[in-house]
């Protein structure tokens, strides 16, 4: 017999929030927040992000922001 044992630490697990709408500045701040971290694409406002709002990422995932 094989038994796997799978450890998730709660603390290490972020929910995505929506930074849809708001500034690239702001948006990285609310995302340094929560213990993850972003790359901007284009300029204005953010359209889009490549993790949707309030799903589950390891702490220190990288975030792309496009902005238009």
């Known amino acids: ?11 290490h697990v972020r929910r995505v929030p929506d930074v849809t709408g708001k ?10 927040a929560a213990g993850l971290n972003c790359v901007v ?5 953010v359209q889009a992000q490549s993790a949707e709002p309030g799903s589950s990422v390891q702490r220190g995932t990288i975030i792309t922001l496009t902005c238009g």
């Open 41 to 45: 694409e284009g300029s204005g406002t």
């Open 23 to 32: 500034s690239p500045d702001f948006a990285r701040q609310m995302l340094s």
């Open 1 to 11: 017999d094989i038994f796997v044992e799978l450890r998730v630490c709660r603390f």
